[in-house]
């Protein structure tokens, strides 16, 4: 029996890879392969599992969903956890990012249908509030 009863949002993981700069900077996306916004472009993240820290999710996500084993720093962009940012229900999300000098090859893996890099200045529509997420992102890690 929990301690106390209240509600408590799904806490998930997402990261936010940048590689290159100026006019060739790109940020990696993954193509969502099941609902909610099914064959939309989203940031690569999944749900934190029980026991897990939330950077080590990031981590695991990243590598299930693009194939990519990122070790290197990861900084925390912030929380993002507005009411109704995800329709399956209350979620709280927490953010990494990182610069890359240059893109690591990707592919879709797990729960995503494709992962690819896309050029920040031609970026498709994102699922959730991954728009703001990623504007967050440039902001804290100085990505113009």
Not at 26 to 34: Q, T, V, Y
Not at 120 to 144: G, Q
Request: hydrophobic share 45%.
């Amino acid at each position: 029996m929990p301690y106390y009863e209240h509600p408590r949002p799904a806490l998930t993981a997402d990261v936010v890879l940048f590689a290159g700069s100026g006019a060739n900077a790109s940020l990696l996306l993954i193509r969502r392969a099941a609902e909610p916004f099914k064959g939309m472009w989203a940031l690569p993240g999944g749900f934190v599992e029980e026991g897990e820290h939330a950077i080590e999710a990031a981590r695991r996500e990243l590598l299930e969903e693009t194939g990519i084993e990122w070790e290197g720093p990861l900084f925390q962009i912030g929380a993002f956890a507005d009411p109704g940012r995800d329709p399956r229900g209350w979620t709280a999300s927490v953010v990494w990012g990182a610069v890359l000098a240059e893109e690591i090859p990707a592919q879709g893996g797990d729960d995503a249908a494709d992962a690819a890099w896309h050029r920040l200045d031609r970026l498709p529509r994102l699922a959730f509030d991954h728009e703001e997420i990623v504007a967050a992102a440039r902001a804290r890690l100085d990505v113009v």
